[in-house]
């Protein structure tokens, strides 16, 4: 049997909820990542921000506003301002089955995993399709 242990990423990008709009589209284009857990100083999890939440945040290309205009605009936003607080979370023991069918069923694009209200992980979209490129491999295989 699988668990969330077993797919999870651990080696995690977070940001703190006072830090900047500005400073979460940086981390996410430079990591290349979608979804930034919000942690507080302990690493007890408060949130989370997607890369969905900033483009809602962003002003209307419209609006005829440059990237310069949307830095400074974003530098005085606090993460806090649009993270999401009512996440679902799993834990590492959770079967991955179960993960999965929770990804599946509420259209989320990640599972921030937490023990004892504290952040160690986080599953994602990407860690099925790579398991999946690895079980196809295998069957392949044979």
Request: with cysteine.
């Given at each position: ?27 996410m284009s ?5 979804h930034i ?105 044979l």
């Amino acid at each position: 049997m699988l668990y969330v242990s077993d797919l999870m990423s651990t080696n995690l990008f977070t940001l703190k909820q006072t830090d900047s709009l500005k400073t979460a589209r940086s981390l996410m284009s430079l990591a290349r990542i979608r979804h930034i857990p919000i942690v507080d100083e302990s690493g007890f999890f408060l949130g989370l921000l997607t890369h969905r939440d900033l483009l809602s945040s962003t002003v209307s290309r419209f609006a005829d506003v440059g990237q310069d205009v949307q830095d400074e605009i974003d530098a005085g936003i606090p993460v806090s301002e649009i993270m999401r607080t009512d996440v679902l979370t799993v834990t590492p023991d959770t079967r991955l089955r179960s993960a999965a069918e929770i990804l599946f069923n509420h259209k989320y694009g990640c599972l921030p995993v937490v023990e004892k209200d504290r952040l160690v992980g986080i599953l994602t979209e990407a860690d099925f399709l790579k398991l999946t490129i690895t079980l196809m491999d295998a069957v392949e295989a044979l």
